[in-house]
């Protein structure tokens, strides 16, 4: 290890990893992961050789992507193949289940459910952390009535609801990047932790082939998860090997979530006077990760420039939506409509003397023009957004984990007002 990360005392140890004190980052842990695969609570237990490089490389891919669209975790970076430097948490005892088909202790526990049962909206289940007893499932009440305190916060009806639906949308998050690559994320467990230093309830632990269960092509007979270790009746070494390279093919695939954004957002400006309004745009789509381009053309004072302008963004096969900023008579917006197959959104630039006659000039569009107008940089930076999101799942995640954390912020602010 480099002498600029110094480990102290072991702080805890389980089946699959280890995590040890930083000396000089009191705030921070080192979570080093094992040779060690298990199964039904520690009763199956095999040494395959590797698996903690593999999933160190899965846990770090997935929360890198996790964190990069808006997710919060204890995740901080990768520290060797074998170890992650994460927040130090006190850990919540309990695992969030989210199910998307009905596979596995589900049909068990429900029998006569077929499986394949697709759950919309998500399953979401919870199950106390108690190997001598198999991790009971425990219902909502159970858990606020455990008035369990964690890191110094008490787990109440606020905090449950929180992670219930951070669970869902993690899963949600990673179901379509999975998507892309022809895999059907079935479901999979997560825990969360209060971070010691500001008390922030995370996504914490690790996300790996132990916490999933994936089948390529929605097909159960590929699966590669950590399944096909729990059906072993007897594990061979050559049983190992294939549960080894299944995993090394997941934490290869899981490098492939965060591919360049495709979509692309062209605000067009029928004056230069308008730049402020169309730069508040710019930066919101960016914050998105949406490229942004913007231009100056006038449909009443240059038609054929517009037609020249839009016309460089066809036939690119890139997805593009356009958004207008024309104020008076808005000729800008029904024309790029009328010339491009591409979404076209209206945003005047409202002024406080003919304000509502601007406005009027976008909404009243001519027969067969589709665009829509909204009055907001934000909101029709978010309006493009969602339309591109349709196609790339990058920028849904990331405006499914702002919706997540708006939603949250005002769950926390509900709860400390009401006290």
Not at 71 to 98: A, F, G, N
Not at 257 to 275: I, T, W
Not at 379 to 398: F, K, M, P
Request: aromatic share 6%; hydrophobic share 35%.
């Amino acid at each position: 290890m480099s002498s600029e990360l110094k480990t102290g005392a072991l702080i805890i140890e389980g089946k699959t990893k280890r995590i040890l004190e930083i000396i000089n980052d009191p705030n921070n842990v080192l979570m080093v992961s094992k040779d060690r695969i298990t199964a039904g609570d520690g009763a199956k237990a095999n040494d395959m050789e590797g698996k903690s490089v593999i999933s160190t490389a899965t846990t770090a891919k997935v929360f890198e992507y996790l964190k990069e669209v808006g997710i919060k975790t204890h995740y901080v970076k990768q520290y060797d193949e074998r170890s992650l430097i994460v927040k130090k948490c006190d850990m919540i005892p309990i695992e969030w289940v989210s199910r998307r088909y009905a596979t596995g202790s589900f049909l068990r526990r429900h029998p006569g459910v077929k499986e394949g049962f697709c759950f919309t909206p998500l399953k979401l289940e919870t199950f106390y952390k108690d190997d001598a007893n198999h991790d009971p499932q425990w219902s909502d009440e159970q858990l606020i009535c455990a008035e369990l305190v964690v890191g110094g916060l008490k787990i109440g009806k606020t905090e449950v609801e929180i992670m219930h639906k951070t669970t869902a949308t993690i899963f949600e998050v990673l179901e379509r990047a999975w998507a892309t690559l022809g895999c059907s994320l079935i479901d999979m467990k997560v825990e969360f932790g209060v971070t010691t230093k500001a008390g922030e309830l995370v996504l914490a632990d690790v996300i790996d082939s132990d916490s999933w269960r994936l089948w390529p092509e929605g097909d159960k007979r590929k699966m590669v998860d950590k399944q096909v270790y729990r059906n072993l009746k007897e594990v061979t070494p050559e049983d190992l090997e294939k549960v080894k390279k299944n995993f090394k093919w997941v934490s290869d695939q899981a490098t492939k979530f965060l591919p360049h954004s495709k979509g692309r957002v062209v605000v067009l400006m029928g004056s230069p006077s308008d730049k402020e309004h169309c730069l508040k745009i710019k930066t919101e789509c960016e914050k998105l990760g949406v490229s942004t381009t913007l231009r100056v053309t006038s449909a009443h004072k240059g038609p054929d420039s517009t037609v020249q302008v839009v016309s460089e963004y066809e036939g690119h096969q890139q997805p593009t939506v356009f958004i207008a900023v024309a104020g008076r008579s808005n000729g800008l917006g029904p024309v790029t409509s009328g010339i491009s197959a591409a979404p076209v959104i209206n945003c005047p630039p409202v002024t406080p003397d003919w304000g509502s006659e601007d406005i009027w000039s976008s909404l009243r569009m001519p027969s067969g023009i589709g665009c829509s107008t909204v009055l907001s940089p934000n909101a029709a930076a978010l309006n493009a957004a969602q339309i591109l999101g349709l196609a790339d799942h990058v920028i849904w995640s990331r405006l499914r984990a702002k919706q997540l954390n708006t939603w949250v912020d005002l769950r926390w602010a509900d709860k400390n007002i009401s006290a």
